[in-house]
């Protein structure tokens, strides 16, 4: 089949800015040469931001991701801040903090019931038709499920009540938030926190009920196949402790040395992008170590964000339970830094605990009811960088305007591209270890799902995969660009390997 | 109030208490002469011309009689030889200071006095000298009320003045002190006198008038400005000698609001001035007339009685008539005044009708389109008047001793004979332009009417609708809306009158369907078009919170139509459909 | 400029306020004064009645250029109408520039009912003006242009 | 084969928030899950589109898109989904007007590949690498689809029955959606599954408009600290809402920030753009040409403002590609 190069179809793996491609480049020996993960699809914010007024970003921006706007709102809302050179009163901090906090809550519990969480909790064996929120729920009785449910649903709706939407919220704006909460609203806020943070609790005991005390599974955390010892990034407070909102970002080496300090200002200094022509995305990688390719080690300037990273990037938490949650990890998993992928789901639990934490904390605090909720722009605009921590990691977000503050230009580097070349090298490490002699190990296809999975990829950036198994189809092809093999789960969830004639 | 007795001359008589001996002894034909007394005003014994012996138990003394009041049986003698040789005495000191004064010497002939026997250091040839009777000052203060004019030092260096000599802020110029001076030292003397009839420059010169003399109706006014009661409060001698009592000074200027439902807009025009065209010496040369001052001198009840005179009175040898003054003139107005034509072959008619003056008129085009006209254009040419054609460069003073008696010269091309001519004239006439009246901008923004570029008002369309405008209900006649002349006028308003007459017999107004309306259903209240209607037809229901257009009141300007930003004004006659529908059918090919 | 061999016809558009500016190309005519063929004049009301939205349909459709007319300020019919013209037009040219068109293709002009010479003078120099700035080729929507004439044609 | 209503998910150039808003549903969801059969949804079933062209043409009920049209794989699967289903619904602004992703249209692929790949100040790119259609890897060729010169909404790829507005929809507006068409009395073709009014029907602050509405100048929502209780547009700032659709319930107000026009313009507007353009030029309050300027400048990009969601759509469509700066 000569023309096999033609007739590919394109079938979705999951979301990367449309959908992501596989391609398992094979030698004449059949063994594997390269495995390429693509991200067929651009839509370049970066450049239709010219042009528009820069307190328009944040909802702008949001529409990079509609699972994780919060994230974009406040790092373009805190690039505000900077580009007017505005400090937000001490009350609209803490109303963004709390509002940041209720949408990591609700968006790390998304994560751990409806997409990753499956993996586990139903059991990497079972089929991928019952591997599903549908599943979990089955797992752990629809109480749960329920309460699941229910849980996001009240913190979603705390959100729109403050932010206007939670699908593209609204609020931020240079110098602090456009609306009060009222004193009936924190009400609500230090109930659903409660709840929130009980929530997170019994998700962790879950998490160690049926994860940490099934030996298959921590093994799987622990094997090799998932590790790659990289760079690892993460944002912390004064001392050092993980923080979403605000901080430094801090990076460790793969021997969990801090290797460098910066804030958002100095990104250009310590982040950059490589392009690759056979994808849509760029590849960030540390800029003083420098792109040695999708290399492991010191050498490489490849990173890691999202829990896994912040974790070891971090030297702990500022909450007690997350704290105690904290150690129990690092003791478990043989201290920092850890690097395998897996141990991402336990991290993001982790996580999850300290967003319900911080958000009980904030709730707590009557000043999140003052009338001080913004202080008016008065310098003349330049040039602005915001940073957050989105659940999937660092965002960064710069703009450049004139003294109207119109963009000028705009630059953006969304979580899940600082991974982007760590998750390659875990497709291409998954393909070497399961192609052998153009043989196909059908396993291939769950271990692949699971590296993936761990990463809770979002691909500049709206990107999840919803309940069920994530979709997947590779394509082995030898020297003459023959498909030697395609292997896909089939609606059934049954492996099916397709071979030509 | 008790009577007095007492003898007159030895003539017995009874007067009130207080009348002063003069005013008892006129009456009775005694001759008492007086210079400061006069009955408007109060005694004042200035001149002591009046002395009368008034003798009594204890003998007689000489007292005067305009400020001596009649007592109980006084014995007053008025031409004894006592009073007259006094009488002489004071009459002959007066005389040596003012020798010409005409109404002492009449007094001195009287008293039977030659020349003076004295000299005087202060003496005043003048025949209008001040004798210092001082009745304008007092009649300034007593009368008028505006104390303008009062007098300086004393005896002999005594002078009535201004105060400090400047010109009197005080005074009213009313001129009564010139017409009780009893030497006509005093006189009013307008300013800027150019060889005019008065009536062109002051106005009217006394405060009650009749505007013209055919004015209609044909009541004499009072001029508030003239008249002395609206500046000092006092006088309202008119009132005295009115009969009918028909004078009214408290009444007022008022507006009166007339709720109507159609206008006829018949503002009429303005004159060019012609003094913009200086070439022509319009108020720079004294024998130059607009042609409103010939239309008054011509007017047998004008100021000249109808006759032809130049300013010093003498009548004209030659006149000259310019046509299009400020008409078909690319400097003032481009358009021809239509009505100048005729009258100013009018104007030569009269002329020649009443004087011998040859008459040159000075045209572009000779324009007698109207009926009749061209018959009395060739008349006129019959009665010997020259026209020239061709349009004159200026008119220059040719004389300039008074023994050149004013002539003139008009400078002009003659394009008939292709030659340049001098014609020497003693007058002319200038034709101004009709034009606009100056309130015409105003009167058409309180009507919304528009107006051509020349300015007059702009009938709805030039042929087809002439006389109504784009307004419902609003009309134009007569010059306002361009030059005509008077059939023209009364053609166009009776036009106007009738389609109003047509109107309310009907008694109902069409409107037309071209009108905004709102969907109550799509509106969402969002009160975009609420301030947009200029005609208030959009309301806003409060308890359906929607906007709501009164077809009555729309007129289908389609502004809000254009404006609502959902949609949900529907635009009849010009909805969205049929534009674009339009637009699709004109931009397919 | 020349277009295969033929001398390039601008299409403009002209929404004319029936009270003046169509008044002022009747009288125009009237006075048998020679004005641009190019022009094709649609009658409104008011100049006021003119949404944007028509100026940018004409576009659109094919028009190279618009002219909008309306009684001078003062003297609208409407009392306030040239106004709200004015000010839409000058919005609409700020929006124009930013959709890369030539602000000059839109043109607002006052023309009295009296002011045929005037109508016919800025149709002369509205063609030649729009001669010289050549054809407008809008981003390639054929299926936007489509969409809007099914709505036309629906309502 | 189940007898219940085949139903079918699938997204174009979106951020993924049309998929949350289903999951918004929260307990409906599965009532959905329950009522009808679906038979695609990429982001969370495993199906594939050879299972979809398996599928007998028409045999889906209904196929939610959300998305703009912006690579050419999406346009094949529009084709091909279309094809299939009786009904096709634009789901969210970006199939429904082009959405965000549709302010690209200002520039064109060159100009944004340029920002994206070489121009970025973190972008290392020496060689002017950037994404190709076809590339030699190991001697093998791998491929990218096609990014178009411009994002289209959906109805200028395929023929669209129904649209659902909002970016992103409300749950409440889905739910009914899906009820309505589950109902069988379908509203006619082209039909938007929304209010017909403008937003401020809708709107808490509709009772605080003054009765004279007019503008002296524009506040940006920066600038000013805007009361909670007051129409924003009667306070200065340009609220999109009375030129656009009701149905969100006026969420960003009661976030006390102005609408921006997600939800499109109503069925009577083609152009929502020019009609909010119109209704504010029309209350600006000046008849100066010098101060209505001014009052214009306090609108830095009416453009972008306008046609934040719609400019896909517009009359114009976008920039001149001659205009475009490179």
Redesign the interface.
């Known amino acids: 089949m000569a023309t096999t190069?033609r007739r590919f179809?394109?079938?979705?793996i999951?979301?990367l800015e449309?959908?992501g491609k596989i391609?398992v480049?094979l030698?004449e020996s059949g063994n594997v040469?390269?495995a390429?993960l693509?991200v067929?699809?651009?839509?370049?914010f970066?450049?239709?931001a010219?042009?528009?007024?820069a307190?328009?970003m944040p909802?702008?921006t949001s529409?990079?991701?509609?699972?994780c706007?919060m994230a974009h709102h406040m790092a373009s809302t805190k690039a505000?801040d900077s580009l007017?050179k505005v400090d937000p009163p001490p009350a609209a901090k803490k109303i963004r903090e709390l509002i940041y906090s209720t949408f990591m809550t609700e968006d790390h519990a998304?994560h751990f019931y409806?997409l990753g969480g499956p993996d586990f909790v139903v059991g990497p064996q079972a089929p991928?038709?019952e591997r599903?929120v549908l599943g979990v729920i089955s797992k752990v009785g629809v109480e749960v499920g329920?309460r699941v449910?229910?849980t996001?649903?009240m913190l979603?709706e705390l959100i729109?009540?403050?932010?206007?939407?939670?699908?593209?919220?609204?609020?931020g704006?240079?110098?602090g938030v456009?609306?009060?909460i009222t004193r009936e609203e924190q009400e609500q806020f230090k109930k659903a926190a409660g709840e929130a943070v009980d929530f997170a609790k019994f998700t962790l005991a879950t998490f160690e009920e049926v994860v940490l005390h099934n030996n298959d599974y921590v093994k799987l955390i622990l094997s090799d196949a998932y590790a790659h010892r990289t760079y690892y990034m993460g944002m912390v407070d004064q001392e050092n402790r993980l923080n979403f909102y605000d901080g430094a970002i801090r990076v460790v080496s793969p021997e969990g040395r801090e290797v460098a300090r910066f804030t958002a200002d100095q990104?250009?200094d310590y982040?950059?992008?490589?392009?690759?022509?056979?994808?849509?995305i760029?590849f960030c990688y540390l800029?003083p170590v420098g792109?040695k390719g999708f290399e492991e080690g010191g050498e490489s300037g490849v990173y890691c964000v999202a829990p896994l990273a912040r974790l070891n990037a971090a030297d702990g938490f500022a909450t007690p339970l997350a704290k105690e949650a904290w150690h129990q990890y690092f003791d478990a998993l043989g201290g920092k830094p850890v690097h395998q992928t897996l141990a991402n789901h336990w991290a993001r639990v982790i996580e999850l605990l300290y967003a319900a934490e911080r958000m009980r904390e904030l709730a707590m605090d009557d000043e999140i009811t003052s009338d001080n909720i913004?202080r008016?722009?008065t310098e003349i605009p330049k040039e602005g960088f915001g940073v957050v921590e989105a659940p999937r990691g660092t965002l960064?977000h710069?703009y450049q305007t004139d003294e109207?503050?119109?963009i000028r230009?705009a630059?953006l580097?969304v979580a899940t591209q600082n991974n982007a070349a760590r998750m390659a090298m875990s497709v291409d490490k998954a393909a070497r270890g399961l192609v052998k002699n153009g043989q196909v190990s059908e396993g291939i296809l769950n271990m692949v799902e699971m590296a993936f999975r761990a990463y809770d990829p979002c691909h500049g950036?709206?990107?999840?995969?919803?309940?069920?198994?994530m979709?997947l189809?590779i394509r082995l092809?030898d020297?003459n660009?023959n498909l030697v093999a395609a292997v896909?789960?089939?609606?059934n969830?049954t492996v099916r390997t397709d071979m030509p004639r | 109030m008790e009577m007095i007795s007492l003898k007159i001359d030895g003539k017995p008589t009874q007067v009130q208490d207080g009348t002063s001996i003069l005013a008892a002894a006129r009456p009775l034909g005694a001759r008492i002469p007086a210079l400061c007394y006069h009955p408007l005003l109060k005694p004042f014994g200035a001149c002591r011309v009046c002395v009368v012996e008034s003798r009594g138990t204890a003998g007689f003394e000489l007292v005067t009689a305009c400020n001596t009041p009649c007592a109980e049986g006084m014995d007053i003698l008025t031409d004894s030889p006592h009073v007259l040789a006094a009488r002489r005495v004071v009459l002959e000191l007066m005389r040596a200071r003012w020798p010409n004064v005409s109404i002492l010497k009449e007094l001195a002939a009287e008293a039977g006095l030659t020349t003076p026997r004295f000299g005087s250091p202060k003496k005043d040839e003048n025949p209008e000298a001040c004798i210092l009777c001082l009745r304008c000052v007092r009649v300034c203060e007593e009368v008028v009320g505006a104390c303008a004019i009062g007098y300086e030092d004393r005896g002999m260096r005594r002078r009535v003045v201004t105060p400090f000599d400047q010109p009197s802020e005080a005074c009213i110029a009313c001129g009564t002190c010139t017409s009780i001076c009893p030497t006509g030292h005093i006189k009013l003397v307008p300013e800027d006198y150019r060889g005019k009839p008065a009536e062109f420059l002051l106005g009217p010169n006394t405060a009650i008038y009749m505007p013209t003399p055919q004015a209609v109706p044909k009541v004499p006014r009072i001029d508030a400005d003239t008249c002395i009661h609206f500046k000092t409060g006092g006088c309202q001698a008119c009132i005295d000698v009115c009969e009918p009592g028909a004078i009214r000074h408290e009444m007022e200027d008022e507006e009166i609001e007339v709720e109507v439902g159609q206008v006829l807009v018949t503002t009429g025009f303005g004159l060019f001035d012609a003094s913009a065209m200086a070439s022509y010496g319009y108020g720079r040369l004294d024998n130059v007339y607009a042609a409103l001052e010939i239309e008054r001198m011509l007017n047998a009840t004008g100021p000249t009685g109808g006759r032809v005179l130049t300013k010093d009175g003498r009548t004209p040898r030659a006149i000259g008539i310019i046509h299009c003054v400020g008409s078909r003139d690319e400097n003032h107005h481009r358009y021809c005044s239509r009505v100048c034509c005729m009258y100013a072959l009018k104007f030569a008619h009269l002329v020649k009708e009443r004087s011998h003056a040859e008459v040159y008129n000075f045209y572009i085009d000779m324009r007698a389109f109207g009926k009749g006209y061209e018959e009395f254009y060739s008349r006129v040419m019959d009665e010997g008047v020259h026209v020239v054609r061709g349009k004159v460069a200026e008119v220059v003073q040719a004389a300039w001793t008074g023994r050149e008696n004013g002539t003139m010269l008009i400078r002009c091309e003659d394009t008939l004979i292709g030659r340049f001519r001098e014609i020497p004239v003693d007058m002319v006439i200038l034709c101004n332009a009709l034009q606009p009246d100056d309130q015409a901008r105003k009167v058409a923004r309180l009507f919304g009417l528009s107006r051509s570029p020349d300015g007059f008002f702009l009938e709805r369309h030039p042929k087809l609708d002439p006389v109504a405008t784009t307004t419902d209900g609003l009309f134009v006649a007569g010059c306002c809306q361009g030059p005509k002349d008077i059939p023209d006028s009364v053609a166009q308003s009776s036009a106007a009158a009738a389609r109003i007459l047509a109107t309310i017999s009907k008694g109902a107004v069409e409107i037309e369907p071209i009108r905004a309306e709102i969907s109550e259903e799509d509106c969402s209240g969002c009160r975009t078009c609420n301030p947009l209607c200029p005609y208030y037809a959009i309301e806003f229901l409060a308890e359906k919170q929607v906007s709501h257009v009164n077809a009555a009141l729309c007129k289908g300007c389609g502004t809000c139509v254009a404006a609502c930003p959902s949609g949900a004004i529907a635009g009849h006659g010009f909805s969205d459909r049929q534009i674009n529908a339009e637009l699709e059918g004109i931009l397919a090919v | 400029m020349e277009t295969n061999g033929k001398r390039y016809q601008p299409r403009i558009i002209g929404f004319l306020c029936n009270w003046c500016s169509y008044t002022g190309a009747d009288l125009a005519g009237v006075s048998r004064m020679k004005s641009a063929p190019n022009l094709r004049i649609i009658r409104v009301m008011c100049s006021g009645r003119v949404d944007p939205a028509f100026v940018l349909r004409a576009f659109r459709l094919g028009a190279d250029g618009v002219l909008v007319a309306g009684c001078h300020p003062g003297d609208c019919h409407y009392k306030q109408g040239n106004f709200k013209a004015l000010r839409r037009a000058m919005f609409l040219k700020r929006l124009l520039r930013e959709f890369g068109v030539d602000e000059r293709r839109l043109r607002l002009e006052w023309i009295s009912a009296s002011e045929g010479e005037r109508f016919a003078q800025v149709t002369n120099e509205f063609t030649e003006q729009l001669r010289a700035l050549g054809p407008l080729q809008l981003a390639a929507q054929p299926e936007a242009a489509a969409a809007a004439v099914q709505e036309v044609a629906a309502q | 084969m189940s007898a219940k209503p085949k139903v079918a998910f699938y997204w174009c150039a979106s951020c993924g928030g049309c998929e949350e808003a289903v999951v918004d549903l929260a307990e409906k969801v599965l009532d959905v899950v329950a009522a009808v059969d679906i038979v695609f949804w990429p982001v969370a079933l495993d199906f594939k589109r050879h299972d979809v062209e398996a599928m007998p043409d028409g045999s889906i009920l209904a196929t939610f898109i959300n998305g703009a049209i912006r690579m050419s794989e999406q346009e094949e699967m529009a084709h091909l989904l279309r094809r299939k289903s009786v009904v096709v619904v634009a789901f969210g602004s970006c199939a429904q007007l082009g959405g965000i992703p549709g302010l690209a249209n200002f520039w064109s692929r060159d100009t944004i590949f340029h920002r994206v790949y070489q121009e970025s100040p973190s972008t290392r790119n020496q060689q002017g690498t950037e994404p190709a259609l076809e590339t030699q890897v190991n001697g093998h060729a791998v491929t990218l689809p096609v990014f178009h010169e411009t994002v289209r909404s959906l109805n200028q790829v395929i023929d669209v029955d129904y649209f659902l507005p909002g970016c992103a929809p409300t749950p409440k507006l889905l739910a009914q959606a899906v009820e309505t068409l589950l109902s069988g009395n379908l509203p006619p073709k082209g039909s938007v599954l929304a209010p017909d009014t403008a937003l401020c029907d809708e709107c808490d602050r509709r009772e605080t408009k003054p009765d004279r509405m007019m503008i002296k100048e524009f506040h940006r929502p920066h600038q000013v600290l805007a009361n909670q209780e007051d129409c924003l547009l009667a306070q200065g700032l340009l609220c999109m809402g009375p030129a656009t659709r009701a149905g969100c319930e006026a969420r960003c107000v009661q976030g006390n920030m102005p609408c921006t026009g997600c939800f499109g313009p109503t069925s009577r507007v083609t152009d929502q753009g020019s009609k909010i353009l119109s209704a504010i030029a029309s209350i600006i309050d000046s008849t100066d040409e010098a101060e209505v300027s001014r009052i214009l400048d306090s609108i830095p990009d009416p453009a972008g403002t306008f046609y934040r969601y719609s400019l896909p759509v517009s009359l114009l469509g976008g920039r001149r590609p001659e205009a475009i700066p490179r």
């Open positions: 190069g179809t394109i079938d979705p999951t979301r449309g959908h391609e480049l030698d040469e390269r390429l693509q067929p699809e651009l839509r370049g970066e450049k239709f010219e042009g528009r007024p307190e328009d909802q702008i529409r990079i991701c509609g699972v706007p505000l007017y998304l409806f991928a038709a599903n329920k449910i229910a996001r649903k979603r729109i009540a403050v932010a206007g939407k939670v699908i593209h919220p609204v609020f704006l240079p110098g456009a609306r009060r990104y250009l982040v950059a992008e490589h392009v690759e022509p056979w994808s849509y760029k800029k792109w913004r008016l722009p960064f710069h109207r503050g119109v230009k630059n580097i950036c709206a990107t999840h995969s919803l309940p069920g198994s979709p189809v092809w020297r660009r896909r789960r089939d609606s969830g």
